[in-house]
């Protein structure tokens, strides 16, 4: 895929990302628009996203993004618009923009979304983020560390700072090209995926001492309803990193963290180690992701959600053996 050429004839260029955003979310969308302005800087280029959490306000254009909202639905049409870390069912409000564009393009690595949805598609379900793909669209000597550390910070997050088994060779060999542009990686990794406020600390805390082991300890479970959430002040933003925590328990084979959206409807977060694919389950809920890391929507009581997700994950514990 050559974006340059995609976007030469563009007067007016959008990107979105998924509803939610994580750190591979927002810094594939950041590292994308930072790229485009700086090869185009006589276009427009916005970024269209779900508030993000405050952690990422240290990259570059992070001001600069159009939170979902009235304004977003207002917004002209765009000559190309840009899916990036998801398709395009998933970009909320920037979902019209999307499909209204001349021209629109889907980076994306789910494997839930293999074929893409866009008329120009990049799809790897083998990357470890879309930030690793977009690096792979940029011209080497278009890089800067701006770019660089949006693109970083998004494959340090997907990739749990390179512990999950989605990073390969090819994403070590990007990440050392980008950290060569001298920006501060550490600092980077401490204040966006590592540091917590002392809030979610205590929601974390809540969440853990309230877990529950199941399936004969192969799995555990934790969730946060909405009264919690309006007692400690969060949102679902504060509590990312709950279900990675979770599943570091010795012994678990998987995790499932929820926190309550509305009534009797909950935001699933699940993480495995090696014999259960939980992008298999989550897309029986109408969710998707990675082999290892997936989420979806699901209603019902929290045991009823529990009682659903548990029987496909033990099928494929004793297919496994486990």
């Excluded at 899916?83 to 909320?92: F, I, N, P, T, W």
């Excluded at 090819?170 to 090209?177: D, L, S, Y």
């Excluded at 501060?184 to 877990?211: C, H």
């Excluded at 678990?252 to 509305?262: L, Q």
């Amino acid at each position: 895929m050559n974006i340059v050429k995609i976007c030469k004839d563009a007067k007016r260029i959008g990107i979105g990302g998924h509803i939610r955003p994580d750190g591979d979310c927002v810094g594939s969308c950041l590292g994308l628009s930072l790229y485009l302005k700086k090869v185009f800087p006589e276009k427009e280029v916005k970024v269209f996203l779900e508030k993000p959490s405050d952690h990422f306000s240290c990259i570059k254009g992070f001001k600069d993004i159009v939170i979902l909202g009235r304004a977003v639905r207002e917004e002209p049409d765009f000559d190309v618009f840009f899916a990036v870390d998801c398709g395009s069912e998933r970009l909320g409000d920037a979902e019209r923009l999307f499909k209204q564009a001349k021209v629109t393009v889907n980076i994306d690595h789910h494997i839930s979304n293999a074929g893409g949805t866009g008329t120009c598609n990049y799809i790897d379900p083998e990357a470890s983020s879309a930030s690793e793909l977009v690096y792979e669209l940029i011209e080497e000597d278009m890089l800067d560390a701006d770019i660089a550390a949006a693109l970083y910070m998004g494959i340090a997050h997907d990739t749990g700072v390179f512990r999950y088994s989605c990073t390969s060779p090819k994403t070590m060999q990007a990440a050392a090209k980008l950290i060569s542009f001298g920006f501060d990686f550490p600092g980077l990794i401490e204040e966006t995926f590592y540091e917590k406020t002392y809030v979610q600390n205590q929601i974390m805390g809540r969440a853990l001492l309230e877990s529950m082991m199941i399936m004969n300890g192969r799995c555990i479970v934790s969730y946060i309803d909405r009264k919690t959430m309006e007692f400690y002040k969060v949102t679902g933003a504060d509590l990312e990193g709950i279900v990675s925590q979770l599943k570091l328990t010795k012994g678990v084979e998987c995790a499932v963290f929820m926190y309550e959206i509305r009534s009797l409807q909950y935001k699933v977060s699940l993480r495995s180690s090696e014999k259960v694919d939980v992008a298999k389950v989550a897309e029986l809920f109408g969710g998707g992701g990675h082999k290892r890391a997936a989420g979806c929507t699901m209603n019902g009581t929290f045991h009823d959600v529990i009682n659903n997700l548990s029987v496909h994950m033990e099928e494929q514990l004793e297919e496994a053996g486990a």
